[in-house]
């Protein structure tokens, strides 16, 4: 065996699509391919250990923002116990400001870029010659039609036990300057029914979750439309094993075609992704982001109150020029929108992304360290942005874990940003903690935390008990409020 193909993946159940773009695309070069995996969190011995098992003469690595640091440390050990060993660096991490790097310094070659075709010709040039004399290879982009699809390589292990991830596109057509895809200027389908094919063929060896990576599902609505109908003919035939979905939408663009599909799924069918990020249009305008707000914010409430869709929506915290009170202003819109579950995230600066033009007039600084998070900016200071960060850290225990159901909405009354804001520097004094949080012992606080706003411990214990009493995990958070009060908010959408 001559090339290993690794990474180190965030979870064991992500299972990694560009490794396995790469190993379908290696060509002649594929009998000679392994493929292994890790998970961050390993010991860096154990995973040089395991790569020298195989006797590589070359091992790949796909670097990412969540595994940069992690997999820095793998490659200076490899390269210090086994330096003839030929290390390749690939994926997105390294695609851009490449030189400055550390791990790129430890490594023999980089490439940037689209990998399908230039790896499997470095690794070709690197066996048999001539040697390649550039350590940085700008990836060349083959026609789609050329890349072979890689959902075969997926193991009967990998259907049973993790994420499929695939993708119908790759690609975006839009500019948010704080994402990688903005570099991409455009979207490039492969051909949908090779593509669908494949799906069909994971399909009967018994796949039944496909994770859609297409960063933007609903751009081409006739594509949407066939891929969704394969989904719903998979659901008609075989009701009682169902098939599950998740997409990226962009959202603004739910023409009623689309709506008329998306109302057939049934419940736990479907899944939407849906990044709002701000719902302030000088901020938008900043970053290069064009959303319609009042049309996105429409389909959301179609979509919650029409369809059986489980919605995820994200919004950014730290763009620049949003203040602490125009991000609360957006959260607590989308809030009354009642999506299923907000993402609250954090700004990243990632590497290559055009956001890095507002650094100075906006005075962003970015910890140098990955994932590059927001540490403070002209509008919010550094201890207001560890505040936001540990709102979103409890967001994701108390809300969007949905075991407050019922609670939720007493917590967080009318003004749910600046409520939950209050509860969170609250809990935060109290237990000076954001993880490793048992869950009894977040019940004793909610439960405190209520008494403090004035609630009586009986009904604060009985409130908490009903988010025990089961049904209450699967509701949307805001839809449990009560009606006059939710038609308030939905009204100040
Ligand atoms: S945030 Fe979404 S819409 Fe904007 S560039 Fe990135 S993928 Fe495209």
Same mark, same amino acid.
Request: with cysteine.
């Given at each position: 065996m001559s090339i290993l193909l690794t990474t180190l993946n965030a979870r064991y159940t992500h299972a990694s699509l560009g490794l396995r773009y790469l190993l379908a695309n290696m060509g002649a070069l594929q009998e000679q391919t392994r493929l292994q995996e890790f998970v961050i969190g390993a010991k860096a011995t154990e995973i040089v250990e395991r790569i020298l098992s195989y006797s590589p003469k070359i091992v790949g690595f796909g670097i990412y923002i969540w595994n940069v640091e992690e997999t820095t440390k793998v490659v200076a050990m490899l390269k210090r116990v086994a330096p003839r060993v030929v290390v390749v660096l690939g994926g997105p991490?390294?695609?851009?400001?490449?030189?400055?790097q550390e791990i790129v310094k430890l490594a023999d070659y980089v490439i940037t870029?689209?990998? %399908?075709v230039t790896f499997p010709k470095l690794c070709g040039e690197i066996l048999?010659?001539?040697?390649? @004399?550039?350590?940085v290879h700008a990836g060349v982009q083959p026609p789609m039609a050329e890349i072979k699809l890689p959902?075969? @390589?997926?193991t009967d292990d990998d259907i049973k036990n993790r994420t499929l991830y695939v993708e119908a596109s790759r690609g $975006?057509?839009?500019? $948010?300057?704080? $994402? @990688?895809?903005?570099? %991409?200027?455009t979207a490039w389908p492969f051909a949908l029914d090779s593509f669908l094919a494949e799906m069909e063929s994971l399909y009967q060896r018994g796949a039944r979750l496909f994770k859609f990576? %297409?960063?933007?599902?609903? @751009?081409?609505i006739k594509t949407s439309l066939k891929i969704m109908q394969f989904f719903l003919d998979k659901l008609e035939a075989n009701p009682d094993d169902p098939v599950y979905a998740h997409f990226e939408l962009v959202p603004d663009h739910l023409p009623d075609a689309l709506k008329e599909g998306v109302s057939k799924f049934p419940h736990g069918a479907l899944q939407f992704e849906i &990044? *709002?990020?701000?719902?302030?249009p000088a901020v938008q305008t900043l970053v290069s982001r064009k959303q319609d707000n009042q049309k996105a914010a429409d389909n959301i409430r179609w979509l919650t109150t029409q369809s059986h869709a489980h919605m995820h929506v994200d919004l950014i915290a730290?763009?620049?020029?949003?203040?602490v009170e125009s991000f609360a202003e957006g959260f607590n819109k989308l809030w009354a929108l009642a999506p299923?579950?907000?993402?609250f995230g954090i700004l990243k600066r990632l590497?290559?992304?055009? *956001?890095?033009?507002?650094t100075q007039e906006y005075g962003m600084v970015y910890d140098?360290?990955?994932?590059?998070?927001?540490?403070?900016n002209r509008d919010i200071d550094f201890a207001t942005m560890q505040r936001l960060v540990r709102f979103a850290r409890y967001w994701d225990l108390?809300?969007?874990?949905?075991?407050f159901a019922h609670t939720l909405p007493v917590l967080l009354g009318e003004l749910p940003f600046q409520r939950f804001m209050a509860f969170a520097d609250w809990l935060y004094a109290n237990? %000076?903690?954001?993880?490793? *949080?048992a869950l009894e012992r977040l019940v004793a606080m909610v439960s405190r935390y209520l008494q403090t706003q004035g609630m009586d411990k009986a009904d604060a214990d009985a409130l908490l008990a009903t988010d025990y009493s089961? &049904?209450?995990?699967?509701?949307?958070?805001?839809?449990?409020?009560?009606a006059p009060k939710r038609q308030a908010r939905r009204l100040a959408a």
């Open positions: 991490e390294v695609s851009h400001e490449t030189h400055e870029g689209w990998g %399908d048999h010659g001539p040697k390649p @004399l550039m350590k959902y075969s @390589l997926y $975006c057509p839009f500019k $948010c300057e704080f $994402c @990688l895809s903005a570099l %991409d200027k990576v %297409d960063r933007t599902f609903n @751009l081409n &990044g *709002i990020q701000s719902f302030n730290g763009l620049p020029g949003e203040t299923h579950e907000i993402q590497r290559g992304t055009p *956001i890095i033009r507002h140098p360290y990955a994932p590059y998070t927001i540490l403070a108390v809300a969007n874990s949905g075991r237990t %000076d903690a954001t993880h490793r *949080i089961g &049904g209450a995990k699967a509701k949307p958070a805001a839809e449990a409020t009560p």
